[in-house]
T-cell receptor, first 113, second 113 residues
Framework: KQEVTQIPAALSVPEGENLVLNCSFTDSAIYNLQWFRQDPGKGLTSLLLIQSSQREQTSGRLNASLDKSSGRSTLYIAASQPGDSATYLCAVSKQGGSEKLVFGKGMKLTVNP | DVKVTQSSRYLVKRTGEKVFLECVQDMDHENMFWYRQDPGLGLRLIYFSYDVKMKEKGDIPEGYSVSREKKERFSLILESASTNQTSMYLC????????????FGSGTRLTVV
């Protein structure tokens, strides 16, 4: 059974720091991996999607990498801002036709001005 | 801009009521999903549908049913609402191929009193 882990569960940093958020998964037979952002009381906003054949994706100050063989992904946030404060979730989709997304429990990020 | 729209942001219902949560997507996606999100438990899949009138149970289907009469609409039904169904409910959709990842709605916060 696929399990997705995000450690730590929470992180508080001063503005301007470069951040690395970690995600690990137990079954490397994934179809894709997606990073989401969730603001309090809101839905999930997709940040980056990495197909299993890709190594990384970039969008603005965000860069996500994928190492399938070791079961790891990282989300890099450059020059963090208070507006980046949110919960970040990673989720994997399995190979072989299963449509289900398996989520980590998320990491709550607070960026202090 | 592609969207998944959930009809209600907040709902308060009484124990024993039949509750309908509606979700509509405008992306012509084949797959649609209902998740619930609870503190400490993360996101858990209730049901998903990969085609009109087709449905599959997720991890926690008990106490719920679904309806998909049209491709763009996926409804979650609480047959007899109970207080342990108080939660954030999130709808999502994806292409059958899952290329492009998953798109989520803004969520419905349901309180059962």
């Amino acid at each position: 059974k696929q399990e997705v882990t995000q450690i730590p569960a929470a992180l508080s940093v001063p503005e301007g720091e470069n951040l690395v958020l970690n995600c690990s998964f137990t079954d490397s037979a994934i179809y894709n991996l997606q990073w989401f952002r969730q603001d309090p009381g809101k839905g999930l906003t997709s940040l980056l999607l990495i197909q299993s054949s890709q190594r990384e994706q970039t969008s603005g100050r965000l860069n996500a990498s994928l190492d399938k063989s070791s079961g790891r992904s990282t989300l890099y946030i450059a020059a963090s801002q208070p507006g980046d404060s949110a919960t970040y979730l990673c989720a994997v989709s399995k190979q072989g036709g299963s449509e289900k997304l398996v989520f980590g429990k998320g990491m709550k990020l607070t960026v202090n001005p | 801009d592609v969207k998944v729209t959930q009809s209600s942001r907040y709902l308060v219902k009484r124990t024993g009521e039949k509750v309908f949560l509606e979700c509509v997507q405008d992306m012509d996606h084949e797959n649609m999903f209902w998740y619930r999100q609870d503190p400490g438990l993360g996101l858990r899949l209730i049901y998903f549908s990969y085609d009109v009138k087709m449905k599959e149970k997720g991890d926690i289907p008990e106490g719920y049913s679904v309806s998909r009469e049209k491709k763009e609409r996926f409804s979650l039904i609480l047959e007899s609402a109970s207080t342990n169904q108080t939660s954030m409910y999130l709808c999502a959709s994806s292409l059958f191929t899952r290329l492009g990842g998953y798109t989520f709605g803004s969520g419905t916060r349901l309180t059962v009193v």
